[in-house]
């Protein structure tokens, strides 16, 4: 349903460490990986230990590795150095609190946070909510200033993500100008079964507002 909406990337939930609705195993993960269509971004989403992260991305192979975690810089480091020579990428979540305004992160001024990840090595940065409930897939929106403050501080593809939908996200696309925006439960029925109408609408209103932004250093991301 995602590619036939036109989607340009698909997430894999893998083994997440944190309970959610959407998670799968490594060996069902690789096979969805390999059955994709060549011309869509395969996105593992994991989190947890960097060597875990690293033996799960070299069984399911996809394109990119989205840390959606507590990763440290340290931890980014090395699960970049873990897949060298591997062609995979690896992209990383900003997590904000949505009632402190705080990243999750060392530093946790997120504009902060934004900077130092910037120059971790990492292929693109994604700005999500998160809530006391839920790490990700929180259905909240963020305050879209911030982001919109991110995407001018640093030449880093920046991935919008955090209680988008249909409705929404073409404004969000005109106020922060992202590279890509990111969803998950705002395409859904229920938690974890989605909805091909909601899916196709999703991505006529990002991509009808210009959402995916080439640049010099991202053009070959997606």
């Given at each position: ?117 910037a120059g971790s090595g990492i292929a ?26 991110m995407v001018k501080d640093v030449d ?67």
């Amino acid at each position: 349903m995602a590619e036939t909406a036109g989607a340009d990337a698909l997430g894999f939930v893998t083994e997440y460490p944190v309970p959610v609705p959407w998670n799968l195993d490594r060996e069902k993960a690789a096979s969805l990986v390999a059955s994709s269509s060549p011309f869509v971004t395969t996105v593992a989403v994991v989190g947890g230990a960097p060597e875990e992260v690293i033996r799960i991305a070299r069984k399911v192979r996809p394109r990119v590795v989205q840390l959606h975690g507590d990763e440290s810089l340290e931890d980014i480091r090395q699960v970049l150095d873990g897949l060298k020579g591997t062609g995979i990428r690896v992209i990383k979540a900003l997590r904000i609190d949505v009632d402190t305004g705080e990243a999750l992160f060392e530093k946790t001024d997120p504009r902060k946070a934004c900077s130092v990840l910037a120059g971790s090595g990492i292929a693109a940065l994604i700005v999500d909510s998160k809530t006391s409930s839920r790490p990700a897939g929180t259905g909240v929106s963020l305050d879209w200033d911030l982001p919109a403050r991110m995407v001018k501080d640093v030449d880093l593809p920046l991935i919008l993500a955090g209680g988008l939908n249909f409705e929404n996200v073409a404004t969000a696309v005109a106020k922060v100008r992202p590279y890509a925006v990111d969803v998950i439960s705002g395409v859904e029925k229920e938690p974890g079964v989605k909805d091909g109408e909601k899916m196709r609408a999703f991505v006529a209103a990002a991509k009808r507002f210009g959402c995916i932004e080439i640049r010099e250093k991202s053009e070959d991301l997606f």
